[in-house]
Every structure is written in C-alpha cells, then in structure tokens.
C-alpha cells in the first residue's frame, strides 16, 4: 500500500505541533512542512510574552480553556524531555481598584472550572511576599504559570521531526490549496505546482491565514486583523524589583489582557505587550508600513464596526503608543518603585487576531476542517501555550473523520 503523505502550511510553533503529531501518531506517514521564511518560528512563535498561560481567562467548555490545560501538562513534559528550559515563576493578577473586585472573582471561578492547579485569591499582605514591591488591594496568584521560550521549543520540534524522517521545506510560501477527489495539490506563489499531492493538508499559516484560506475556497471570514503589542526592557539594575509576572485585572471594554511585567527565560524582566492596529502583518520594526494590509483592513467592514465600539480603549492605548513615559506609568501603578526607571524598546510582536463581519473578535481558537484540508482560523494567545495540545486536537480529528 502506498505511504500516505500528509503537508502542513506554516513553521510556527503550531504546524511544527501537527507535524509532529501525525508522526506520533503514525511513523509511517511521509510529512512534509511548508515554510515561507528561511527559517522556522519567525513570526508569532517567536514574537510573544514567552508565558506559558494556567488557564485562568478562558470560556469553561472552548477550546481555548481545554487545550491550554492540557497544553501546559504537553509543554512542560516536552521541555523536561527535550532539556528546555521551562519556569514555573508565577503570575498574580492584581486589582487596584475595588471596581475591579467582581471582574477579578470572575476570573478565579473561571480558573476553577478551568482545573487550574493552586490558584487563589490573596490579600496586600500575602501580595507582598510574593512581590514585595507590588501594591494591590487584591490578587489572584497563579503559582504554576511558567515561562519558556516558545522559539526555542519550536527549533527543538523542528530538529525533533526532522530526525524523524518529516521534511521542511524553507523558503516555500504557498498560494493555495487544489483540492481534488482523491488527493491536495500544492501551488506556491512562484506559480508552481508541488510535484507531490498530499492525502491530507492541515494550514497552520498564523498572519497570512485568512488570504491562504480564502484562495484555497474557505469562506473569506473571519478576516485576520493584525495588533502589534509593544514591549520595553527595563534596565538591568532594576529587574529584580518584579520577581514574576505581574498582570492587571482585564479591562472588558477591551480584548487583550493589558500591559503587564513579564520575566524573560533569558533572565530580563519586559513591560508590555500593548495593543494597537497594526500598519503591517509583519512590520516589526514600526518605521514601515505595508500598503496591501493596511487597505485589506480598510476595507473591511467589519474593521470599522470593531473601531466604532472601541474607541475609548483604542485611546487608551494610543497614548501608550505615542509616548514611552506614559506606557512605563501605566505598569508602574502596578511596582511604583518602578516610576522612573529607564527602559529600552524591544521587539514588537504582531497578533493574528481574527475579526468576524460585524466587527466582533473571534474570541475562541477557530479550527476548520472541511474534505482533506484543515485550517487553523485563530489561535492567538494562548496559541504557543495550546500548541502541542493544538496538534493532538486536529490530527485525532483527523484520524477520527477519515
Ligand atoms: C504580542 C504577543 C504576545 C503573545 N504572548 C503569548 C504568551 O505569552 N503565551 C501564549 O501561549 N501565546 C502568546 N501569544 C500567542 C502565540 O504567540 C501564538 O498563538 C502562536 O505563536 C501561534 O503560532 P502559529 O504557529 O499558529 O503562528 P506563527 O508563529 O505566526 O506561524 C505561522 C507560520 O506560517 C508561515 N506562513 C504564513 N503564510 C504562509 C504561506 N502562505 N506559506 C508558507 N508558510 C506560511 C509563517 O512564516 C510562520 O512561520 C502571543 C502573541 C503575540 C503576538
């Protein structure tokens, strides 16, 4: 019988998880990966907090609380296996004000339908031992959120599956997807058609999902709308003032979870990530802008509805934007010995959010199989959390429907 050929579209940490996956769960499939860049994990898996999420924000029942769970138990035992380094320095999400008392309860009953290990709420005083210069007048701690590298985690798979007999091909975007009765044809953007078809194809294309999607003859929404979040390092001298992850209590009116302090794996200690519309799906650096994506969301009405009903919080974190003192004032509420510190700014990272037609965020992963093909719609975080378990989900899925 013929070796049956499956290809995944996209090097990030989530088809790297698939393509490892198939090969789990079958060692005599060929795998072949798809890469556009020259290397694997050179957008989002390698442009993020590096946290690895408990599960304390997610709907009980969606897919985002169920595979981020089971991801943390997949990632923490892959780092031990494969010798990463994986910390589990803790995370307390912290209320200022007592308005935001009720939002933060939520939040702990959620992480306790979510099976959150060792969370609870504490008091100033207990927030003072665990972060001694942190000021709050409540706080959920997480003891068992972690931190990793997930670029690194995404080399380590590459090299894994590689060894394993699955193929990577770099420098090989692909246009679209063919579908035909019996087989997937491959055609990459240079107009050539892969000699190879493929039994099954599972498109994990992160920024450029909803286009590769759309040509391949998936529905044209939910359209990726891209968010840059903006980091900055604080000095040296002063990192030891934060000994974790310090988060505020999410702001409803907005979708991404605020600017926070976040120990590095690496040992450096960030401020951010911010959120604000992005003039490009990979414009890292902030000085350019890509003409093609900014119309893409410009023209798209569902962009606009988002905009309408967001205005005050796109304000908010507008003057983040613009001014470095205010972003460092903003976290700085949160460790005020922090006021004055100076900080540097690091690399950006850019969000695949996905935006539905009447301006709503696609809250949860969205995953959609339709024949041989299957495309991963959303999963922004906690994506690098959920990939492992990302993989497991969609390759039983597919053994299962086929
Ligand atoms: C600022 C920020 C902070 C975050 N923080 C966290 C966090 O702390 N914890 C967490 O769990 N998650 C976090 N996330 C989310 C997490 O980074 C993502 O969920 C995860 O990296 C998504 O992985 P991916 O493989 O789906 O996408 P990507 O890493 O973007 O990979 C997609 C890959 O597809 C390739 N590609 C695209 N189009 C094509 C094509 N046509 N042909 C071939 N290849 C193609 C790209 O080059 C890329 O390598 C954060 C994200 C951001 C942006």
Redesign the pocket.
């Known amino acids: 019988m013929r070796q049956k050929r499956y290809a995944v579209?996209?090097?990030?940490?989530?088809?790297l998880a698939v393509a490892r996956q198939l090969i789990l769960e079958n060692p005599d499939i060929q795998v072949t990966v798809?890469?556009?860049?020259d290397s694997?994990?050179?957008?989002?898996?390698s442009?993020?907090?590096?946290?690895?999420?408990a599960g304390l924000y997610y709907e009980p029942g969606g897919l985002k609380a169920t595979l981020c769970r089971r991801g943390v138990d997949l990632i923490r035992a892959y780092c031990t296996e494969h010798n990463v380094p994986y910390d589990e320095c803790g995370k307390v999400v912290v209320a200022l004000k007592d308005e935001e008392l009720p939002r933060l309860e939520a939040i702990y009953r959620k992480a306790q339908a979510n099976g959150v290990p060792d969370v609870r709420l504490i008091g100033p005083e207990e927030l003072k031992e665990i972060e001694p210069n942190c000021v709050g007048i409540r706080a959920l701690y997480s003891p068992r959120t972690a931190i990793v590298s997930?670029g690194q985690i995404a080399e380590q798979i590459a090299r894994e599956i590689q060894m394993k007999g699955a193929r990577i091909c770099l420098n090989?975007?692909?246009?679209k997807l063919i579908e035909r009765s019996d087989q997937v044809h491959i055609e990459l953007?240079s107009g050539e058609v892969f000699p190879q078809g493929f039994d099954y194809v599972v498109a994990?294309?992160?920024?450029?999902s909803d286009r590769?999607a759309m040509n391949s003859g998936d529905k044209e929404t939910p359209k990726i709308v891209p968010f840059f979040?903006q980091y900055y390092v604080i000095d040296e001298t002063y990192k030891s003032h934060v000994k974790g992850l310090i988060y505020p209590v999410p702001d409803p009116r907005f979708p991404f979870l605020g600017v926070h302090f976040t120990k590095r794996i690496d040992g450096q200690m960030t401020i951010g990530?911010n959120a604000f519309i992005s003039m490009g799906r990979e414009n890292y650096t902030g000085d350019r802008f890509n003409l093609r994506d900014i119309v893409d969301y410009l023209g798209y009405g569902g962009f606009w509805k988002f905009a309408a009903r967001n205005v005050p919080s796109t304000l908010r974190e507008l003057r983040t934007v613009v001014s470095k003192s205010i972003f460092v004032r903003e976290a700085a509420k949160y460790v005020p010995s922090l006021a004055n510190v100076s900080v540097s700014p690091a690399v950006r990272?850019?969000?695949?959010q996905a935006m539905e037609g009447d301006g709503s965020l696609a809250d949860d992963f969205v995953i959609r199989q339709t024949g041989r093909v299957t495309h991963?719609r959303n999963?922004?975080?906690?994506?690098?959390?959920?990939?492992l378990a990302i993989g497991e989900h969609i390759v039983r899925n597919l053994i299962r429907s086929h």
């Open positions: 579209i996209g090097g990030g940490i989530n088809g798809f890469e556009k860049e694997v994990a050179q957008h989002q898996s442009h993020n907090s590096g946290v690895v999420h997930y090989s975007p692909v246009h953007q994990c294309a992160g920024l450029q590769l979040g990530p990272g850019i969000r695949a991963i999963a922004p975080s906690p994506g690098a959390t959920s990939s």
